[in-house]
T-cell receptor, first 116, second 111 residues
């Protein structure tokens, strides 16, 4: 499967626990993006990463949320001390480098986080 | 502020009844406009990228067009399997690569 992979697909956490969401980009892609889709709302940008660098985190909540894309392994979106308002679908997308069609972002199947 | 507005919010068509979805945008400088399809419980599926006014792209029953202020997604003779939410997004120059999405149009095609 050469597409964007996310796991887990579904995650249930109790309030106050930590959630870790993983994303492996499409083969050959080195740019990773995280988006959040709240119930009945549109997709909202959270953060843009390249290997070992956060490029744009303008959409990331200032507290409890962090993201990384290490040299080896998948990108991780981490939510500490989850609250009910964090319940949403979290999508990862990836793109290539350079210009033209490489700006196109391809999305994974998402992780649906439920906070109880 | 960069913004994307899609209309209508929902559209119900009979099979074979052609129609168009609208995406109006306000952006400081347009790098690209993207159309995606999203089925329930799944991630957005890439359809088209348009880069400049006057550009058109086609794929099966879908055709996307772009002007300086809006884009249209034309659906010709739709089938029930075209039922989905169609999302429009813009990417601004100078805004790194983030996509700004509209709320989407929910399309239902009935046999």
């Amino acid at each position: 499967n050469a597409g964007v992979m996310q796991n887990p697909r579904h995650l249930v956490r109790r309030r106050g626990q930590e959630a870790r969401l993983r994303c492996s980009p499409m083969k050959g892609h080195s740019h990773v993006y995280w988006y959040r889709q709240l119930p009945e709302e549109g997709l909202k940008f959270m953060v843009y990463l390249q290997k070992e660098n956060i490029i744009d985190e303008s959409g990331m909540p200032k507290e409890r949320f962090s993201a990384e894309f290490p040299k080896e392994g998948p990108s991780i979106l981490r939510i500490q001390q989850v609250v009910r308002g964090d319940s949403a679908a979290y999508f990862c997308a990836s793109s290539g480098t350079g210009s033209g069609s490489t700006y196109e972002q391809y999305f994974g199947p998402g992780t649906r986080l439920t906070v109880t | 502020e960069d913004q994307v507005t899609q209309s209508p919010e929902a559209l119900r068509l009979q099979e074979g009844e052609s129609s168009s979805l609208n995406c109006s945008y306000t952006v400081s400088g347009l790098r690209g406009l993207f159309w995606y399809r999203q089925d329930p419980g799944k991630g957005p599926e890439f359809l088209f990228t348009l880069y400049s006014a006057g550009e058109e792209k086609e794929k099966e029953r879908l055709k996307a067009t772009l002007t300086k202020k809006e884009s249209f997604l034309h659906i010709t003779a739709p089938k029930p399997e075209d039922s989905a939410t169609y999302l429009c997004a813009v990417q601004a120059t100078g805004g790194y690569n983030k996509l700004i999405f509209g709320a989407g149009t929910r399309l239902a095609v009935h046999p």
